[in-house]
């Protein structure tokens, strides 16, 4: 397991974007693959996409295609995951979480997302 | 990509066992023994309880316990605790485009 710290909770208005950062131990961040999770108010996990820092290898799911950008910084061993064109229905927990197989094992502590105008 | 599928809700009595079942298709759960399952409380972040289908993270009881046939895969809670209620989901590598998928989430009430 390791210790993944997220940003602080965002307030956007509709149509905005918002970067969420994700910071992994640099001694594993060129292991793991890192993903991230959706969790809508009250409602299931649903996954978003996710990148190999490694290798830089990205994937998204398609439901987000289009609307989300995960980049990785080596130097700072940092995650991002950008949304875009935000709506009222995007207003969720959006967490980090990396495993060395195919399982989450360490998950960031969440951020959560709220947008309203 | 489809969630999974579970039952929205199961109950069960302290000391009891119950078991939730987690269907997908021959593309996810039936093609891979990549199955996970995840315990979340309110407010707080999932937490990996059974993977690659039957393992047990070390430190979680053996009271959780996972099994596959087919397209659909379990999770069986047996000696029912009040902790163990919770939000269980179960998550599977896919061969389709989005290469994971969680599914719907089941409350289990311990009461």
């Known amino acids: 397991q390791v210790l993944l710290v997220q940003s602080a909770a965002e307030v956007k208005n509709p149509g905005a974007s918002v970067k969420v950062s994700c910071k992994a131990p640099a001694n594993t961040f060129t292991i793991y693959a890192m993903h991230w999770v959706r969790q809508a108010p009250g409602q299931r996990l649903e996954w978003m996409g996710w990148i190999f820092p490694g290798t830089g290898k990205i994937q998204y799911s398609q439901k987000f295609q289009g609307r989300v950008t995960i980049t990785a910084d080596t130097f700072a061993s940092t995650v991002y995951m950008e949304l875009t064109s935000l709506r009222s229905e995007d207003t969720a927990v959006f967490y980090c979480?990396?495993?060395?197989?195919?399982?989450?094992?360490?998950w960031g502590q969440g951020t959560l997302v709220t947008v309203s105008s | 990509q489809s969630a999974l599928t579970q039952p929205a809700s199961v109950s069960e009595s302290p000391g009891q066992s119950i078991t939730i079942s987690c269907t997908g298709t021959s593309s996810d759960v039936g093609a891979y023994n990549y199955v996970s399952w995840y315990q979340q409380y309110p407010g707080k972040a999932p937490k990996v309880i059974i993977f690659?289908?039957?393992s047990r993270p070390s430190g979680v009881s053996n009271r959780f316990s996972g099994s596959k046939s087919g397209n659909t895969a379990s999770l069986t809670i047996s000696g029912l605790q009040v902790e163990d209620e919770a939000h269980y989901y179960c998550?599977?590598?896919?061969?389709?485009?989005?290469?994971?998928?969680f599914g719907g989430g089941t409350k289990l009430t311990v009461l």
């Open positions: 979480a990396t495993g060395a197989n195919y399982y989450y094992d360490s």
């Open positions: 998550f599977s590598y896919t061969s389709s485009s989005a290469p994971w998928v």
């Open positions: 690659d289908v039957t």
